[in-house]
């Protein structure tokens, strides 16, 4: 295989090795000897990498001409996103710290040439970020508050190198360039192109920045490409031949925008616009419920005409839920008729109609996931502390601002358990929900059906592990199928 060192100005290049070209950027895009290449290895050493510049086409090129480039688009895109690569360097967290321990300054920046650093005891920390990124030279800046953090990763070009880094970095070139075999992965087709849509905004994200990465790597393994995708990428859905969720659904919110075109295009998805619109609305979910004869709280629809008959019904205290609350946010208890009065009509001041149910305590809530009518992972949420509720927000510590979890086999579960989670999930149809039951005096019943439940690391996965990221990534399969 012929290898090629593709360069803004050749006549600029430093460094001496064997056996492999030297050619500009501008020969190999435009000149027609190296479109026709049958086999060639590409090592883009371009000074810029950014959206249609030279740097960006060469590699871009060259995977179209089914060359190998050094780096790949795809290492291109990744080290821009600096969400990304915080998610990715999250996996060797403890290799930054362990390996930065005995800087004394509040700042630094690791230059990696080749994968290498000038300082051998930088070693394995440059490889790390080389082998995630394959980009030849590049910078990453770190600064210190309670620990190392990454601020900032910039590609440099050769003429950046600093004069007194020039002949470890020749020596780094020369090692590399002469390797047999290079970490870049093979150019397969991938059986589908997975958006997964995530908000860095969302106050309370379905999904944790481990759990991203872990859809991601799983996805790799199953020959799926998934790229994390923000709302303001709704233009590039078209491009992708499934979409999956990841950020919190209302119906006004971007969510709601993506499943629909999604829908309307014809692009597998997970979740549906019609769960979205139907689980966001405890309004629609009281009625759908009471109408499955599926037990609840004691629940009514509450609006101006009837607020005197209300807590005939639920008892003090009581709770009151906006018709589109989530994650706790909207969800009220009162505990005196004056305070009942007070909450109600201010929430009916923002929509018509608003849910009041009897107010049933409980140590935990249990959560059953369900993809595609098919019971896949089961926990115990419990309260958070001194609170009735999974989630407090007004904790004034962030890590007491939701209870604990615990993670079961699905054939540990009670069966009425089950079986009244699989009869709600009817209610919706197809798709990935987490029904929230309570049991009390032996009693259980519905509190809710989400149309987008948390999948965390650590959390929903901590018994049956990858599994459930592969049983969401193969139902997402048999759509696209």
């Known amino acids: 295989m012929q290898k090629y060192i593709v360069v803004n100005q050749p006549e600029k290049w430093n460094f001496s090795i064997e056996n492999i070209t030297v050619i500009s950027s501008q020969d190999y895009l435009t000149n027609p000897q190296f479109s026709l290449l049958k086999k060639a290895r590409i090592f883009n050493l371009c000074k810029d990498y950014n959206y249609q510049s030279k740097g960006y086409y060469v590699s871009l090129l060259a995977e179209a001409r089914g060359h190998l480039a050094i780096p790949t688009v795809k290492n291109m895109v990744d080290l ?5 690569v915080r998610i990715v360097s999250d996996e060797f ?3 930054i710290q362990q390996s930065l321990k005995n800087i004394k300054s509040r700042e630094f920046t690791l230059s990696i040439y080749f994968g290498q650093n000038v300082a051998q005891k930088y070693k394995e920390l440059s490889n790390l ?3 995630h990124f394959q980009v030849p030279f590049f910078r990453v800046k770190f600064n210190y508050s309670t620990k ?4 900032s990763v910039k590609v440099i070009s050769e003429s950046e190198i600093p004069d007194e880094h020039l002949e470890s970095v020749q020596q780094f070139a020369n090692q590399y360039f002469s390797k047999k075999r290079y970490d870049t992965p093979k150019l397969t087709k991938s059986d589908f192109d997975l958006a997964i849509l995530v908000n860095p905004n969302d106050p309370a994200p379905p999904s944790n920045p481990k759990a991203l990465k872990k859809f ?7 020959n799926i490409y998934a790229e994390i995708i923000e709302p303001k990428d709704l233009t590039r859905l078209s491009s992708f031949d499934a979409l999956f969720i990841r950020q919190s659904t209302e119906v006004n919110n971007e969510a709601y925008a993506f499943a629909r075109k999604a829908q309307q295009e014809g692009i597998a998805l997970v979740d549906y616009p019609d769960a979205i619109l139907k ?5 629609y979910m009281a009625e759908a419920l009471q109408n499955a004869n599926i037990a609840t709280p004691k629940t009514i629809i509450v609006h101006k005409e009837n607020l005197n008959e209300v807590l005939a019904t639920t008892g003090l205290p009581c709770v009151l839920k906006a018709p589109d609350s989530t994650f706790s946010f909207g ?3 009162a505990k005196t008729e004056e305070e009942f009065g007070a909450l109600a009509n201010k929430m009916l001041k923002e929509s018509d109609l608003i849910i009041a149910q009897e107010y049933c305590p409980s140590d935990y809530d249990w959560r059953i996931g369900i993809i595609d009518g098919k019971p896949f992972f089961a926990c115990k949420y419990y309260m958070a502390k001194g609170h009735w509720q999974i989630y407090n927000w007004k904790a004034k510590k962030k890590n007491e601002q939701d209870g604990d979890a615990e993670s079961f086999p699905i054939e540990k579960v009670p069966k009425n358990i089950i079986k009244m989670a699989l009869k709600s999930a009817k209610l919706i149809g197809k798709g990935l929900l987490g029904i929230d039951i309570k049991v009390v005096d032996n009693k259980p019943m519905v509190i809710e059906i989400n149309d987008n439940p948390n999948i965390d690391f650590g959390v ?5 592990g990858d599994l459930v990221y592969t049983e969401i990534l193969t139902a997402l399969k048999t759509r696209v199928d």
Request: proline fraction near 0%; glycine fraction near 0%.
């Open 80 to 84: 821009k996103t600096l969400k990304l």
């Open 216 to 222: 991601v790597d799983m996805a790799e393994k199953m």
């Open 93 to 95: 967290d403890d290799i």
């Open 331 to 333: 969800v009220k208890k």
């Open 148 to 151: 190392w953090n990454i601020q």
């Open 279 to 283: 689980c966001c609305n405890k309004v």
């Open 129 to 131: 970020f080389y082998k």
């Open 460 to 464: 929903e996965d901590a018994f049956y």
